[in-house]
């Protein structure tokens, strides 16, 4: 039986050695809950950046670019970090740079994997199949908030190792403790999540309704994987 693990935090996955393993990356809130969102609706590829400035200057090749920095869109750029702005039919075909502050530079550190998977609970059941689907041992990597632990990612990590528990077995700690903190929240996890420090920081942005949605489990069934630098639907 193939192991899942749980990284807590970008900072830690140089403790990983992740060329045999299936990486799930996860960012609730919001870059991986808009990769999701601008696949299902018809996104041609995301290429990630870590860098700032090397994701404004993809612009001159063509792609269109979008994120943030601490939350807010950065200036200039077409699309900012909120789901809502990647569902108009003005995305289909569309290739897109992306950079955020935490979801690309936990891809970047976890881009040597032997499959790099894009997770939210917005499409948490297609990962699981997929996880399952690939059968390596699974490591699931929370971006976090700049290098530190945060609740809504933990709670993924936990809700996706709970969904496969019996075909996949805890590797260590951090996977049983992530599975009994989604125990605890999952009745009601915009409720759980109203204290966290992310919710917090967001708050000051009004974008309750973001954080609603990125928490809402499977409304899409598509799975970016990432392929040769760039974001992909797999298929």
């Known amino acids: 039986?193939?192991?899942?693990?749980?990284?807590?935090?970008?900072?830690?996955?140089?403790?990983?050695?992740?060329?045999?393993?299936?990486?799930?990356?996860?960012?609730?809130?919001?870059?991986?809950?808009?990769?999701?969102?601008?696949?299902?609706?018809?996104?041609?590829d995301i290429k990630p950046y870590a860098d700032l400035e090397e994701c404004k200057a993809a612009a001159s090749a063509g792609y269109e670019t979008s994120g943030e920095r601490n939350g807010e869109k950065v200036e200039g750029f077409n699309r900012g970090n909120s789901p809502f702005e990647y569902m108009a039919e003005a995305i289909r075909g569309k290739?897109?740079?992306?950079?955020?502050?935490?979801?690309?530079?936990?891809?970047?550190?976890?881009?040597?994997?032997?499959?790099?998977?894009?997770?939210?609970?917005?499409?948490?059941?297609?990962?699981?199949?997929?996880?399952?689907?690939?059968?390596?041992p699974t490591l699931i990597v929370c971006a976090g908030w700049k290098g530190r632990f945060n609740l809504e990612d933990t709670l993924f990590a936990g809700a996706l190792a709970k969904r496969l528990m019996g075909t996949f077995k805890p590797e260590d700690d951090a996977v049983l403790a992530a599975m009994e903190l989604y125990e605890n929240a999952k009745g009601n996890?915009?409720?759980?999540?109203?204290?966290?420090s992310h919710v917090q920081r967001l708050a000051r942005l009004n974008i309750h309704k973001d954080?609603?949605?990125?928490?809402?489990?499977?409304?899409?069934?598509?799975?970016?994987?990432?392929?040769?630098?760039?974001?992909?639907?797999r298929r």
């Open 211 to 233: 954080i609603e949605f990125c928490l809402t489990p499977d409304v899409y069934a598509v799975v970016p994987e990432l392929q040769n630098d760039h974001l992909i639907l």
């Open 95 to 136: 290739h897109i740079a992306f950079t955020t502050t935490n979801g690309t530079q936990a891809i970047d550190k976890a881009q040597k994997a032997k499959a790099l998977l894009i997770g939210a609970f917005l499409n948490i059941q297609a990962v699981a199949n997929a996880v399952q689907e690939l059968n390596h």
């Open 189 to 196: 996890l915009v409720a759980f999540l109203q204290k966290s």
């Open 1 to 44: 039986m193939k192991s899942v693990d749980v990284c807590l935090s970008p900072e830690l996955v140089h403790l990983y050695d992740v060329t045999d393993k299936t990486v799930v990356v996860v960012d609730i809130l919001r870059a991986t809950s808009c990769m999701v969102t601008a696949f299902a609706h018809g996104v041609a």
